[in-house]
């Protein structure tokens, strides 16, 4: 069976960071790439995200903090993802993330940290090639 | 045949239409000295508010800052007031901007991260030791939790002795721009409309030389509004709250001298002289519509007074020491077009919040127009300017086409409430984002001029990771050594007068020397004005 799939993304605004254009903007651009996006809105916890993205069965996830907590609060979010065995869910976060913390981020098992000016391009590229790849 | 003509560069305004390349007394027809301009200082206050702007007294040079703990927050103010700044700005944790105390779900990883965290009344006390509050003025910005913070400084200002009245400053206290771009919301827009009178109705009474009210533009412009839209948001929202206040009987002289904006220069849509008319606009606008429609009689009235904020949205992780010469061009645009205070945002924003490095190189770029540019010597030197009058004249019009527009729809506190406004601007952002992608929108750095290499990494400021833990060690030490029946009966009132609908500043100071934390005192108030939730906007 090879029928074309359609990449499921949530995006996720976790904490209390309420600058969520940037969130939107990427949503505007995945569904005009064909993507299926759901937002999750403001002040999510890392719980309620792993629960939508259970529920909605989404290939990815992206979270968008400009707040300075993404390292905290990648670890708390993987914890979840890997407690509820998400594990073939794709994980990128973007925003306001100094170059250190890329690989910070990394390590607590984020696929793709795209920064504050990061391409729109680029994302949505890494997307489908990795949610390709898991599909292969 | 004429020899042919070279080729000329199309460019179109802000407002979208087609600008010529040289500007004439065509351009101005029916122009009338008095009536479009007058001198400073007189209505309609186009060249500025004042008659003498800085050559009586220099723009308030202003940094935004505020980190971790009160004691560090209390070093940096201590450090930048050496460095010669001339007001403080204090920036507040995510917890303290929307209520949540420090030990409080949801909040652990935001305490200290923005800015200050403050629980209760003595951090807030913390903030200011051995600074004088008779002899400087603050900028907050903080929003729904604004009352509270405006009587924590009360409270500081009694206990050092300065009287009330005396106090100077301004709080930003502009919640419904909270709703479209910056959520840092608690209670639905009416109570909330509400808290933002009770605030100007006190300082009119008791505090009369303190902005009680800095409508922002600024967080409009960062979420997609372009720059004549932010002007435009910014002052359909202030006419909300005058009308808050004077359906309470107030008097419109009263109120309206109270009102200040805090403006956006710069940005992805920055255009020098653009932004410069929009402001000279602005300036006529606001002076006619409280003149015409509000009836205002006194001069103070009608003057727009307003701050600018420097845009982090205009400056670039690529190259970052690019962003100083940007910033300093968002600073002259702001002096020409008459600002009285300038907060510039810092080249390393992209990444943190600014490094001591950054912020007092945005210090210096300030203290460099001053000092050694001489833009600063005469009042409006652009004022006359064929160019600049024509765009002033369409900016303020174009002020007005949106204000009406918005009005036809139910008004600005509709368009929120069902996510109108908040789709508009975020697909007004993508529509600019595609046209930098695109290499239609210049960006330095970006998409032209970019350099292959690898930067050097800037180092940027980190947030010490001891902070929550220290503010969480203070807070249980607070709550042990308060009187616990005093708290919850203080508590008790401040519900009851809430529910009795009354002016709340009053009832929180007895809270708040009782020690009750600022989350405390909201989850009190939640239970009578309730909680926001959002619209679905995408």
Redesign the interface.
């Known amino acids: 069976m090879n029928t074309k799939k359609i990449i499921r993304v949530l995006i996720a605004k976790i904490?209390?960071?309420?600058?969520?254009?940037g969130a939107?903007?990427l949503?505007?651009?995945l569904r005009d790439q064909g993507m299926e996006v759901i937002?999750t809105?403001?002040?999510q916890?890392p719980e309620q995200v792993v629960e939508v993205a259970l529920q909605e069965a989404v290939d990815v996830i992206g979270v968008s903090i400009l707040?300075?907590?993404h390292v905290?609060?990648a670890r708390?979010l993987m914890k979840k993802i890997r407690e509820r065995k998400l594990d073939d869910v794709l994980v990128l976060f973007g925003g306001?993330?100094?170059?250190?913390d890329i690989a910070l981020l990394k390590n607590e098992g984020v696929q793709g940290v795209f920064?504050?000016?990061s391409?729109?391009?680029d994302i949505s590229t890494f997307i489908k090639d990795k949610v390709k790849l898991a599909e292969a | 045949m004429a020899k042919k003509e070279t080729e000329v560069r199309p460019v179109v305004s802000i407002l979208g239409t087609p600008v010529k390349t040289f500007y004439g007394p065509e351009d101005l027809p029916d122009f009338d000295y008095k009536t479009n301009l007058n001198d400073p200082g007189e209505y309609p206050f186009t060249r500025g508010v004042y008659s003498t702007m800085y050559r009586s007294a220099m723009w308030t040079m202003r940094q935004y800052s505020g980190q971790s703990t009160s004691e560090s927050t209390n070093e940096r103010f201590k450090y930048l007031l050496k460095n010669g700044q001339t007001g403080l700005s204090l920036a507040f944790d995510l917890p303290t901007q929307i209520g949540l105390d420090s030990d409080m779900p949801l909040a652990e990883d935001d305490v200290g991260k923005l800015g200050v965290a403050v629980d209760t009344l003595d951090d807030f006390e913390r903030i200011y030791d051995g600074i004088s509050l008779d002899g400087i003025s603050t900028s907050f910005t903080i929003n729904a939790t604004a009352p509270i913070i405006l009587a924590m400084y009360v409270l500081v200002a009694q206990k050092q002795g300065v009287e009330t009245k005396k106090l100077r400053g301004t709080i930003q206290n502009d919640i419904l721009k909270e709703y479209i771009a910056r959520g840092t919301w608690i209670f639905p827009p009416e109570p909330s409309i509400k808290l933002v009178g009770d605030l100007v109705e006190y300082c009119n009474k008791e505090m009369p030389r303190f902005n009680a009210i800095s409508v922002s533009g600024t967080h409009i412009l960062e979420y997609g509004a372009n720059t004549i839209q932010a002007v435009a948001l910014a002052i359909a929202i202030a006419e909300v709250y005058i009308r808050e206040v004077l359906k309470r009987g107030s008097d419109v002289d009263q109120i309206a001298p109270l009102f200040s904006f805090h403006l956006p220069i710069g940005g992805r849509n920055f255009n020098f002289l653009e932004d410069i008319a929009r402001l000279r606009g602005a300036r006529r606008y606001w002076a006619r519509l409280l003149k015409e429609k509000y009836g205002a009689k006194d001069k103070r009235s009608m003057q727009f007074r307003f701050s600018t904020g420097g845009m982090g949205g205009g400056l670039t992780a690529e190259q970052p020491l690019n962003n100083i010469a940007r910033a300093a061009y968002y600073a002259m645009a702001a002096v020409f077009a008459g600002t009285r205070s300038l907060n510039l945002a810092c080249f390393d924003e992209v990444y943190a919040i600014p490094s001591d490095l950054a912020i007092r190189t945005s210090l210096r770029v300030q203290q460099i127009l001053a000092n050694e540019t001489g833009v600063a010597d005469v009042v409006d030197p652009l004022g006359g300017s064929y160019y600049v009058e024509a765009l002033t004249n369409e900016m303020e019009a174009k002020i007005g086409e949106i204000i009406a527009k918005i009005d036809s729809e139910g008004g600005i506190v509709k368009q929120i409430e069902n996510g109108t406004i908040q789709r508009e601007l975020a697909m007004q952002s993508y529509t600019l984002q595609k046209r930098i992608s695109s290499g239609e929108k210049v960006l330095v750095g970006v998409n032209k001029f970019q350099i292959k290499e690898e930067e050097k990494d800037l180092e940027v400021y980190k947030t010490d990771p001891e902070t929550i833990n220290r503010q969480l060690q203070r807070l249980k030490a607070a709550k042990a050594n308060r009187d616990e029946g005093k708290v919850q009966d203080t508590l008790k009132q401040l519900a009851a007068a809430a529910a009795r609908n009354e002016n709340i500043i009053p009832h929180l100071f007895e809270p708040l020397k009782a020690k009750a934390t600022i989350g405390e005192i909201i989850e009190t108030l939640k239970k009578v004005y309730g909680t926001y939730k959002e619209p679905t906007t995408v």
């Open positions: 904490g209390l960071d309420g600058h969520d254009v939107k903007v949503i505007y651009w937002y809105g403001l002040r916890s707040s300075g907590s905290e609060i708390k306001t993330i100094p170059k250190d920064p504050s000016h391409k729109l391009e």
